[in-house]
């Protein structure tokens, strides 16, 4: 069975960073792309940052330059690091990923960028 669990969000200030870490366990037998997603109160999922084919990476315009996704082989994570962060952030991210065209969620981790 596979499993995403999300770890790493919080309350921080205007500005400020966080590091989500999404760790990945179960048998997969090829990863064609991870990303992360996030939810705002009363808008629908959007795609925040995408990797595939481990390398390749995308982002949404409202966070290129301030959040980059990576991923740790060795510990089976995926990591999203957001500097600069801006109320509008603030949402749930959720951790995704792609598997011979299945989707894998995980339960997703708030963000909230606030003084």
């Known amino acids: 069975q596979v499993q995403l669990v999300e770890s790493g969000g919080g309350l921080v200030q205007p500005g400020g960073s966080l590091r989500l870490s999404c760790a990945v366990s179960?048998?997969?037998?090829?990863?064609?792309?991870m990303g992360w997603y996030r939810q705002a109160p009363g808008k629908r999922r959007e795609l925040v940052a995408l990797?595939?084919?481990?390398?390749?990476?995308d982002y949404v315009d409202s966070v290129k330059g301030r959040f980059t996704i990576s991923r740790d082989n060795s510990k089976n994570t995926v990591y999203l690091q957001m500097n600069s962060l801006k109320p509008e952030d603030t949402a749930v991210y959720y951790c995704?990923?792609?598997?011979?065209?299945?989707?894998?969620w995980g339960k997703g981790t708030l963000v909230t960028v606030s003084s």
């Open positions: 995704n990923l792609v598997s011979f065209g299945v989707d894998y």
């Open positions: 179960g048998n997969i037998p090829s990863i064609n792309a």
């Open positions: 990797m595939t084919g481990g390398v390749i990476t």
